[in-house]
């Protein structure tokens, strides 16, 4: 099968060029001091020592928390949706998960800037309190709206993930365990819930991720001064101009990323192995 | 029963909630897009003067085209690429099959503004002036992961001597993989084309970083244009959601039609 073998060789040389080289130029660029020019580059770690300048320890911080409360929003809403519509009738669960999966698929910059109109001081929100002779709540450019923002944007990737997880569940199971003399509140908490725990840790990646990256979300509703760790990467390359510490700061966001993606990973493991030693233990 | 109906009830009212909030911005986007005048809050009327205003924009049409055409042409050949790569790697050695996959994942796995800012300072060392055909190039790169990890499940689960039969009944390579491989794939290689035409359409970040002398996508229109309101964006918006509603519908209608085809074969 040599010939079939030989189609992938033009993609080695592609994929080096476009995807290997520039996560080596980050690097480089993250290390380096001068100008924009690869030829004339000096080893430095001052890129990432200006991070640790508090007011860019600040950023790191907020972003974590938007995305850690982001996530949690995430799961608190997006389980029991997940869990009702796993288990309505079977059209029931295509129609509804078609009707979740609908908004993912419109332009992410198209459904934030949707809600400036609805948040804005004079909009849809304010507008009714107003008419309901109740006093204007300021919500954009807040905590709120960006939070807001994110959940809008990312709810649906957790409910995706949690229903999954729950529709290929094994229902031999559940009923096992109702007839075994397990309530209803046993049954969840001592299997539907752990079996469905990978859903859950696959949705976690899947909002966290994308929460503490984002730029459009924090700049659109939390405004100009509202800074996260993407905004800064923005900033840094579009108008301030220093390359180095911007590829520094993307650096550390990859490193941040990739370990909270094997923490989940590894949790994920320990998981499925207590949930199997627990079934071992449970054969008495 | 009493229990069971409350639950219903619960049940229906969050699943409720939930589609009311995911829908509202969307409906007052759309509806707001024919009012009679630039506020998207006070209905004055209906109007349909943004679309109008919409389509004698010159920047918003261009945008549009700048949308489409490298769309097309980044799925058109990333498809391409990335199926044939597929192919490639399930019949090279385990090593070099690994080496694809994992490089590959980067790009997948990485924020997105990570993998921008790398073709970034890419092009930059390279001197390679931003433009069109930078932003074309982007949208292949990332694409292609995404097609070959859409293909090569199908490829897993194909007989690994069929395309050896093919040639021992005498048909060329070219053929054994035109008339034999290929076909046998497809549903991996359509949803692979689907997932990088919908990536590309919807792509800001890369876009924004690697396209430059004022070739602008929709998304880097829709940023630079959000800070003043025009109902101009609702009236593109309402377009695109329309499209985007349709294009599902007959994807999720296609299989049901296909059903019925095979039958009427039959």
Redesign the interface.
């Known amino acids: 099968m040599k010939v079939f073998a030989n189609l992938a060789k033009p993609y080695m040389v592609w994929m080096t060029l476009f995807i290997v080289i520039p996560m080596l130029l980050i690097v480089l660029f993250a290390f380096t001091t001068h100008g924009n020019s690869v030829l004339a580059f000096k080893f430095t770690l001052a890129n990432f020592g200006k991070f640790f300048d508090p007011v860019f320890l600040k950023v790191m911080l907020k972003s974590m928390e938007v995305a850690i409360i982001t996530t949690l929003l995430c799961i608190l809403i997006g389980y029991p949706i997940a869990y009702v519509i796993a288990n309505v009738k079977e059209q029931w669960q295509t129609l509804l998960m078609l009707l979740i999966t609908i908004p993912m698929w419109i332009n992410m910059l198209v459904r934030t800037y949707a809600w400036i109109s609805i948040l804005s001081d004079s909009g849809l929100i304010n507008s009714f309190l107003a008419y309901l002779h109740m006093g204007p709540i300021k919500m954009m450019y807040t905590d709120f709206a960006v939070i807001l923002g994110m959940v809008y944007n990312f709810l649906p990737f957790m409910i995706l993930s949690i229903y999954t997880a729950l529709a290929k569940m094994d229902k031999a199971v559940i009923n096992a365990s109702y007839d075994l003399g397990a309530n209803g509140t046993q049954t969840f908490l001592r299997i539907i819930f752990p079996l469905s725990l990978p859903g859950v840790i696959s949705g976690i990646t899947l909002v966290f991720l994308p929460a503490v990256s984002t730029f459009i979300i924090p700049k659109f509703l939390g405004g100009g001064q509202y800074m996260l760790i993407g905004n800064l990467i923005e900033n840094q390359f579009i108008t301030v101009g220093e390359w180095n510490f911007g590829s520094a700061i993307s650096l550390i966001m990859a490193m941040i990323i990739m370990g909270s993606m094997y923490l989940t990973r590894r949790m994920d493991k320990d998981i499925v192995e207590q949930a199997q030693s627990a079934h071992g233990g449970a054969k008495w | 029963m009493v229990g069971s109906k409350n639950r219903f009830l619960f049940?229906a009212i969050?699943?409720g909630t939930?589609?009311f909030?995911?829908?509202?911005?969307?409906m007052?986007?759309m509806i707001?897009s024919f009012n009679n005048s630039r506020s998207?809050?006070?209905w004055a009327g209906f109007s349909t003067q943004w679309y109008t205003a919409l389509f004698n924009n010159r920047e918003m049409m261009n945008a549009i085209n700048t949308t489409v055409l490298v769309a097309v042409m980044s799925t058109f050949i990333s498809t391409a690429?990335g199926t044939?790569?597929a192919?490639?790697?399930?019949?090279?050695?385990k090593i070099?099959r690994e080496?694809?996959i994992n490089?590959?994942s980067?790009?997948i796995?990485?924020?997105?503004?990570?993998?921008a800012?790398?073709?970034?300072?890419?092009y930059?060392?390279l001197s390679i002036e931003k433009g069109l055909l930078t932003m074309l190039?982007a949208h292949i790169?990332f694409s292609?992961p995404y097609v070959i990890l859409s293909v090569l499940p199908k490829l897993r689960s194909l007989d690994p001597d069929i395309?050896?039969a093919a040639m021992d009944l005498g048909a060329t390579?070219m053929q054994a993989?035109r008339k034999v491989i290929v076909p046998l794939i497809l549903p991996g290689v359509i949803s692979g084309a689907l997932i990088a035409f919908?990536m590309s359409f919807?792509d800001?970040?890369i876009s924004y970083?690697v396209s430059g002398n004022g070739v602008k996508n929709?998304?880097i229109m829709?940023?630079t244009m959000?800070k003043r309101?025009n109902p101009s964006?609702n009236a593109l918006?309402t377009i695109?959601?329309v499209i985007?509603?349709l294009v599902?519908l007959v994807i999720?209608l296609l299989p049901l039609l296909k059903k019925k085809e095979v039958r009427g074969v039959e």
Request: glycine residues 4%; aromatic residues 10%; without cysteine.
């Open positions: 049940g969050l699943i939930v589609l909030f995911f829908y509202a911005p969307i007052s986007l707001f998207l809050t006070a690429v044939l790569t192919i490639g790697i399930s019949k090279s050695r070099i080496i694809v490089v590959n980067f790009p796995l990485n924020p997105e503004i990570v993998t800012i790398g073709l970034m300072l890419l930059s060392s190039l790169i292609t395309a050896e390579p993989l919908t919807d800001f970040v970083f929709i998304s829709v940023y959000s309101i964006i918006s695109l959601v985007i509603t599902l999720n």
